[in-house]
């Protein structure tokens, strides 16, 4: 819940492993900034928080939080702010669900989320839940394009201890299936506004006209696309990739981003499983209807309400012996690839799946190779294009590896991340056309029933501060430089006619290439495999892919990110790695006490809004933190202390302890602030003197079931004694 007074950074309040692993660090971090006047506050954007958030009006007083997004959303606007963002839950429906069942039996008069909403005030509560759905944080502060890297320090630890991958071969018969046409890529309409505009978007069918958006306004210069799936050629596809996946002998997998792509990915995902289970919606139609049954939400959904019905359970059991094996999300617990939507974000998933050596986990515990369905052909070619690559070349080497660093086009909603609210599954035949407010038709396409058309737009001041910040990024480092861009693709074509004049205006037209993703892939996998550096600037999807793609082929994980989002209005979002919330991980802690998850990214963007309130504020103490940050983080690597994946290892906590030793040392040792080194200089002490104290309680903690009295909201007081179970520590940092 929100402070009063705005702190100098805000560290936000989120979900799952980074939640847990903040309420053993921020104290650590209150403490220290606190030395140096500096404020550290908190706001509120986890999935229960926001939930809570938009139903206040209809809570008690004393139940009653602030809206911390939509504060945050003003301050990211502000040249002061500086946030600290930690990874939040993008909720799927079965997620969002769960979260609300959760609070209500926590005394939270909330509704139910309503399947189908009928009443005025179903309708109502489910446009407020449908607000929260999805990825609803990111695109409210990203006020700014993004800056992804690995910190210099990480890639060299990275080097010198390679982890390990999983070998390639040219016979594996891993590949990735996408569509041949009727896609969003072959649909695809642009063009770029030579004025402020408002358009309208109707459907225009036999009966008549059909408004489905009343106005959308562009400022001059908006680059506006228009595009569609067609349901038939997606149903086409997915059957024929299902029977070729079986003649193959290989794992069906599919992957995409309904948690980003909230409004059109989980209609496609729901294609994917009434596909896979068509003979049973071809016989039980009605009763699944009856019984509630949304094929978006997943066969988890599904199951779990026709359990009792032993006609429709035999049904599937006998789909399931006809099909073949599925790529599984969790073997143990029998979660398939198609259970819940958010369970399979291609970021993760493919990645994951490539440094394993193009290997997936099937529904017998064991590995094998597997074809990739990703329906969408915009951005499959990378994906596609990187296997070519291992299956020609073998794995790549972590050791000798360059880097790819991203620069992405992020700011105020850009591209196909921003498409939400023009977004639409199309209710019957007709056209579907954007008309502009003098009566001119922008875009125009023939549709069916059932087809998902959408509008994405990126716009003008955003794209420019892109370029610019490409340009800056590049000067730094030196080397090559691509812009991910398709000339052949509508998009792309108009983001060139941008691109070009400003790095000729700016002299630097030479120090830049253009070229499709695919052709990009395999440049910045041959210019790495040489040990060599590349920058890949990238539109906003593909950002999100590359920086999980590189880093966990060269890092094994994205957690260790440098993630810097350059507010255009001047202030400073730093997020931490560019990893998700990893809920195994929570699982893990519960059964077990350990908690792996990795708080480098926490460091790295610590150091940097830290140094940069000092730049911001022309505040040496925060200086002096900052730079004590980035030798504690050092330390870190240099020391191996970074959390151990087994029980009974060092954990998160481990790290924590050894993060505020190394710092206080560092604050102790340095000589730019003598009344900072003389306040550090006995802590730093006493964390060495108990060391052997602090370690063997953190230890001790371990081994047993946590409890921690919540999932989505748990009890900070439990939450607390599973986080910070080193009296010994505790009492050091106050
Ligand atoms: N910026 C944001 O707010 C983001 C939010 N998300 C959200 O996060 C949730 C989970 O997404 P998911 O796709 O499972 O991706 P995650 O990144 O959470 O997890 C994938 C795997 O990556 C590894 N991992 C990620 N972060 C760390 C870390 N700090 N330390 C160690 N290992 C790490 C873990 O591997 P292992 O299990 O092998 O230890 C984990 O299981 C979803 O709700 C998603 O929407 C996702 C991406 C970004
Ligand atoms: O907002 C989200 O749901 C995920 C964000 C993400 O994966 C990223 O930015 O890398
Ligand atoms: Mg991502």
Known sequence: MAENATPDIVYTTVDEAPELASASLLPIIRSFAAAAGVTVGTRDISLAGRILAAFADTLPEAQRPSDDLAWLGDWVKTPEANVIKLPNISASVPQMVAAIRELQAKGYALPDYPEAPATDAEKAARAKYDAIKGSAVNPVLREGNSDRRAAIAVKKYAQANPHRMGDWTAESKTRVATMKGGDFFANEASATLDHAATAKIVLETAKGETVLKEAVSYPAGTVVDATFMSAAALDRFLE?????????????????????????????????????????????GETLAGLGVNPNSGMGDLLD??????????????????????????????????????????????????????????????????????????????????????????????????????????????????????????????????????????????????????????????????????????????????????????????????????LEAKGVADKFEIMSPRDATRASLETITKGENTIAITGNVLRDYLTDLFPILELATSAKMLSIVKLMQGGGLFETGAGGSAPKHVQQLVEENHLRWDSLGEFCALGESFKFLADQRNNAKARVLGEAVDVATQGILDHDRSPSRKVGEPDNRDSHYWFARYWAEALAAQDSDTALAEHFAPLAKALAEGEEAILSELAAAQGKPAELGGYYRADPEKVTAVMRPSATLNAIIG
Not at 264 to 279: N, Q
Request: net charge negative; with cysteine.
């Open 240 to 284: 024929e990739e299902i029977a070729a996946t079986k003649a193959e002998g290989t794992l069906f997998s599919l992957h995409m981003k309904a948690t980003m792509m909230k409004v059109s990915d989980p209609i496609i995902f729901g294609h994917a499983v009434r596909t896979w289970l068509a003979p049973v919606f071809e016989k039980f």
């Open 305 to 502: 309400r026709v359990k009792d019905q032993p006609e429709i359970m035999a049904a599937i059991e006998a789909v399931r012996s006809e099909r073949p094996p599925m790529y599984m999300v969790n073997s143990d617990r029998g979660i398939t690839n198609l259970h819940v939507p958010s369970d399979v974000i291609i970021d993760a998933s493919m990645p994951a799946l490539i440094r394993a050596g193009g290997k997936g986990w099937g529904p017998d515990g064991k590995e094998h190779d597997t074809a990739c369905v990703i329906p969408d052909s915009s951005y499959a070619p990378v994906y596609d294009e990187t296997i070519r690559f291992f299956k020609e070349h073998g794995k790549l080497d972590p050791a000798t590896a360059g880097t790819v660093q991203n620069i992405g086009l992020m700011a105020q909603k850009a591209e196909e991340y921003g498409s939400h609210p023009t977004t639409f599954e199309i209710p019957e035949d007709g056209t579907v056309k954007m008309i502009l407010e003098d009566g001119s038709v922008l875009h125009s396409h023939e549709v069916k029933a059932g087809d998902i058309w959408r509008s994405a737009s990126a716009r003008k001041a955003p794209i420019e501060d892109w370029v610019n910040l490409a340009i800056d990024r590049q000067k730094a480092e030196g080397c090559r430089a691509i812009f991910w861009l398709d000339s052949s693709r509508a998009h792309d074509a108009e983001l060139i006619a941008y691109v070009k004049p400003i």
